[in-house]
């Protein structure tokens, strides 16, 4: 076979069923879902499916008027669509890489911008930033994820996880910062110091503080999710 021949290219790329169930990573930025049912997935995460697979745009009142109304402050960052039938749904965001979790009864927190999809087993809330509002150009709210099913989150390049500790507390930037864990609340301090070091926007200065016992995902990445009008 030639090397660089069609049907080469064709082997090399085409899709292959690698039976891992609801949720499988055909590569490492594109996800299929094996879907029977429904799942909930980003706005606009759609590349392709096969089946018989109808989208609908969460309902305005569907989650109720709590949600609705902080929905409204966040902006579009968290929109859903449902994706309801039987057949294979590819969805990606952006490039981005994405990791799978099986959540066992368990609670994560995932920045809004990169929850990509998950299954209606689990419960969700939108939960706001308030002290810093304002102060970032984007970001400012996060999803609480909880229960038993599979959700898939994106990340610009490789993630890293780190455990935090009651002696060893971890602070990130609320632009790189990824995920983490469901018992860990964040605290916002600020570092004019790091402002001047850094010499960009006024958002360096702001830092979250992980402390207890968890963990945090970040990217490599700083990113900004909706500007702010000048």
């Given at each position: ?39 909930w ?29 902080k929905?409204?402050?966040?902006g ?77 989150i ?33 605290e ?8 001047t070091?850094i ?32």
């Open positions: 076979m030639n090397r660089y021949s069609i049907e080469s290219f064709v082997q090399q790329t085409k899709q292959q069923d690698k039976g891992e169930g609801l949720f499988e990573l055909e590569t490492a930025r594109m996800l299929e879902i094996n879907l029977n049912g429904q799942v997935a980003k706005t606009g995460a759609m590349v392709s499916y096969r089946g018989n697979i109808k989208f609908e745009r969460e309902g305005i009142f569907e989650h109720g008027l709590g949600k609705l109304f929905k409204a402050l966040t579009e960052g968290t929109s859903l669509m449902k994706a309801n039938g039987n057949g294979k749904l590819y969805v990606a965001d952006q490039g981005k890489k994405i990791s799978i979790l099986n959540l066992q009864n368990e609670s994560i927190f995932v920045n809004g911008n990169d929850l990509l999809a998950f299954e209606p087993s689990i419960t969700w809330d939108i939960k706001l930033m308030k002290r810093i509002a304002g102060m970032l150009a984007g970001g400012l709210f996060n999803v609480r994820l909880e229960g038993s099913g599979m959700v898939a994106t990340s610009h390049y490789e993630p890293l996880t780190l455990i935090v500790t009651p002696d060893s507390p971890v602070f990130t930037d609320p632009n790189a910062t990824v995920a983490w864990s469901g018992n860990l609340t964040p916002f301090v600020t570092d004019i110091s790091l402002k070091l010499g960009r926007s006024s958002g360096e200065s702001i830092q979250m503080k992980f402390s207890g016992e968890g963990f945090v995902v970040v990217q490599p990445y700083e990113e900004v999710y909706f500007q702010q009008q000048s």
